[in-house]
Structure formats: structure tokens, C-alpha cells
């Protein structure tokens, strides 16, 4: 996943000084928008203990928590670009490693949703026994290990194979400025390879199994197929980070003269949408959610 390449869209010479300052103000306002949504979904599930003795609703959680973490990072890392061009390559190795470690995360947690909703739909009467707080909050240890697993070894091998002199030095902070080691790029095409086949057959299966039992047995099939297209579409756009280094190359190689434009636009599209997606998929379309977040808001409304 090239998330430094999604985050630190542009070399700023390329873009004019009211070109730079109008995707810098939209980025930023956009990423305090979905943050703020995000923080009262948070507020809304700590407040409420019948959300955290629910399985579904932990893992949506997290997934709002790491969203929060990811477009944090990604907007900082936006404006760092912009603002101070280069950082030290020990900042800015942990500003990407954070960055990837919570891009990761979200396929594997929305991978662990479908299966949730899956168990909840097809086979409803082992639910309360497969579906457990315990498990959840192992399942959720699971997803940072394997993100680490994944991650961790770049920082590693780029320990190993520079020397200590470049780790003092400033860059633009990229993955590929600060990863440089050919072995890295043959561990990350393996690895996403891997993650791709894994989260995608498990996403396929379940999502037809619970497209076919919804057809089947709910009165509201418009609404199932509504929520299951929204959920595969935000698990497309999430999934795209996986090929997203051969895209961005090959974004490179046939439109070099635009080639800052489109890494803008895969950055909005694979980084931010997807963000703006969850709180609307699993927080405002979900009825008990809807309802308690509705008192909160009013809550606080009355109280301004």
C-alpha cells in the first residue's frame, strides 16, 4: 500500500500558489468534517453500554477509531508537503509506518464485519456463540499483528540496509524516499498479493451468501442489496490500496505531464471516500445507532 504516495500528493512546484492553497483548504476541511462525524460516533458508542456488548458495533468502532488515526496522519502528512517539503527521514519513517499500519487495518476489519454479518444473517441461531466480546477484541489484536507482521519488516530492513547517516538526513517523505531497498518492493507485492486473494474470497463468498438469504427472507430486499452495494463499494475502494503502487506507476508512465492531478484525485478517492463511507454504512443507515446518535446531537444542540 502506497500510502505515502497517496498522502503526499504533490511535489509543490508543480502547482501554482492558489492551485496548492485550494486543495490544502479542501483537504483539511474535509478531514475535520469526517473526523467530527467520526468523534461523535465514538461519543455516541462510549456513552451507551449497549453498544460495547455488541460484537458488531466493537468492530465498528474500530474501524471509525482507525479511520480517525488514518486521515489524521494522511492530512498532516498532505500539508506537511506543502508547507515544509522535506522532514527527517526517522519523522517521517514513523509518520508512514502509523499511516500504513492504519491503511491495513481496514480491509481486514471490513473483511471481519462481513463475516460478522454473514454469521448474524445465514446461520443466526450460533450467533451469540460464535460472536463473542472476548473473541472480538482478540480478533481486533489478530488485525494489528498481521498489519504489523506486514508493516514492521520495511522499517526493518531499511535499519538494516542504510546507513545510520540517512536516517539523519531530510527527504520528501515518501515510502519509496524513506523504503528505498529493492527487497522491501518484492515483500510488499507478495504480501498485498496475499491480503488481496484472502480478504476478496472471503468478501465474495459472504456477500452473495448473505445477498441470497436476504432475498429470501426479508420483506425489505431494496434495502438489503442497498446496504450490501454500499458496504462492496467501500470494500472496492479500500482494496484499491493493494494494486495502488502498480496504478500510481502506471498513472506515471502514461500521463506524466498530469500525473500530480491524478495522484490527488486516487488520494481523495482510495484514502478520504472511503472514510465518508463508514459513518453513513454502519452509523447513520443503522437504526439503534441512528436513534442514540439522534440523542446526543439534540443533546448537545439544547445544550449550545
Known amino acids: 500500500m502506497n500510502v505515502s504516495a497517496n498522502v503526499t500528493v504533490v511535489v509543490r512546484q508543480h502547482d501554482s500558489l492558489s492551485v496548492a492553497l485550494g486543495k ?9 468534517s469526517i473526523n467530527y462525524i467520526n468523534a461523535s460516533l465514538f461519543h455516541t458508542f462510549c456513552k451507551h453500554e449497549v453498544f460495547y456488548r455488541n460484537p458488531r458495533y466493537i468492530l465498528f468502532i474500530h474501524l471509525v ?3 480517525m488515526i488514518q486521515l489524521t496522519l494522511t492530512v498532516v502528512l498532505f500539508v506537511i508537503s506543502y508547507a515544509v517539503y522535506q522532514i527527517h527521514v526517522s519523522i517521517c519513517c514513523v509518520f508512514i509506518v502509523l499511516a500504513l499500519l492504519a491503511t491495513e487495518n481496514t480491509p481486514l476489519n471490513l473483511a471481519c464485519m462481513t463475516v460478522e454479518c454473514y454469521i448474524a444473517i445465514c446461520i443466526p441461531l450460533r450467533h ?6 472476548r473473541r472480538t477484541v482478540v480478533l481486533i489484536g489478530l488485525m494489528w499483528m498481521t498489519t504489523m507482521v506486514s508493516v514492521l519488516p520495511d522499517l526493518f530492513i531499511a535499519l538494516a540496509t542504510e546507513q545510520l547517516d540517512f536516517f539523519h538526513s531530510r527527504v520528501f517523505c515518501l515510502r519509496q524516499t524513506v523504503f528505498r531497498s529493492p527487497y522491501i518492493t518484492k515483500k510488499r507485492d507478495i504480501t498485498y498479493t496475499l ?9 465474495f463468498f459472504a456477500y452473495f451468501k448473505i445477498l441470497f438469504t436476504a432475498k429470501a427472507a426479508s420483506k425489505d430486499v431494496k434495502k438489503a442489496r442497498n446496504t450490501v452495494l454500499l458496504h462492496g463499494f467501500q470494500l472496492l475502494l479500500c482494496m484499491t490500496t493493494y494494486v495502488g503502487p502498480q496504478f500510481l506507476d502506471a ?13 490527488f484525485t486516487y488520494y481523495i478517492i ?10 453513513v454504512v454502519y452509523g447513520i443507515r443503522d437504526n439503534t445507532f441512528r436513534r442514540y446518535l439522534k440523542r446526543h446531537l439534540f443533546c448537545k444542540i439544547i445544550i449550545l
Open 24 to 32: 490544502n483548504v479542501f483537504v483539511v476541511v474535509l478531514g475535520i
Open 65 to 67: 477509531v482507525n479511520d
Open 128 to 133: 451469540v456463540q460464535i460472536c463473542t466480546v
Open 195 to 203: 491480503f488481496l486473494v484472502i480478504v476478496w474470497m472471503t468478501i
Open 251 to 263: 498513472m506515471k508512465l502514461w500521463f506524466p505531464d498530469k500525473y500530480v492531478d491524478h495522484l
Open 270 to 279: 482510495v484514502q478520504v471516500l472511503p472514510r465518508c463511507i463508514s459513518p
